[in-house]
C-alpha cells in the first residue's frame, strides 16, 4: 500500500509562485514514478509532469515547460513540484499520484490511468 499526501496549495497573484508537496509513504516499486495532475469540476485529470525516482528523469506538459519544476528528495520520501509564473488558468485541484515503469516517460506518463495511487488534492487558486 501507497500513502500519498500533497500540501502548498493556496491563493497568489498571477506571476506568483507556489510550491506543492507530495510526501509518500509505503512500498517501493520498480521504476517507481510520481506524476502531478490537475484537475478541474466536472473535468478529467490533466497531466502536469512526473518524475522518475531512481533516475530523476523528467516529463512535462507542453502548458507548463519552462514554468513549472518537479523534483524529488529521497531522504524526505517528498516530491515537489515548483510552480512559477502562475497565470489563472492554472487554477485548479492539485494530486500526485504513482506508478511503476522502466518505459520512457514521455511514452505512459501523461495518461492518469497508469497510476495506481493518488492523494486527496491540495487547491491552487490564481488570481488576475
Known amino acids: 500500500q501507497v500513502q500519498l499526501v500533497e500540501s502548498g496549495g493556496g491563493l497568489v497573484q498571477a506571476g506568483g509562485s507556489l510550491r506543492l508537496s507530495c510526501a509518500r509513504s509505503g512500498r517501493t516499486f520498480s521504476g517507481y514514478v510520481v506524476g502531478w495532475f490537475r484537475q478541474g469540476p466536472g473535468k478529467e485529470r490533466v497531466f502536469v509532469a512526473a518524475?522518475?525516482?531512481?533516475?530523476?528523469?523528467?516529463y512535462y506538459a507542453d502548458s507548463v515547460k519552462g514554468r513549472f519544476t518537479i523534483s524529488s528528495d529521497g531522504a524526505k520520501n517528498t516530491v515537489y513540484l515548483q510552480m512559477n509564473s502562475l497565470k489563472p488558468e492554472d487554477t485548479d485541484v492539485y494530486y500526485c499520484?504513482?506508478?511503476?515503469?522502466?518505459?520512457?516517460?514521455?511514452?505512459?506518463?501523461?495518461?492518469?490511468?497508469?497510476?495506481?495511487?493518488w492523494g486527496q488534492g491540495t487547491q491552487v487558486t490564481v488570481s488576475t
Open positions: 518524475i522518475r525516482w531512481s533516475d530523476g528523469s523528467t
Open positions: 499520484s504513482t506508478g511503476a515503469s522502466w518505459r520512457p516517460l514521455s511514452t505512459w506518463s501523461w495518461d492518469a490511468r497508469n497510476y495506481d495511487y
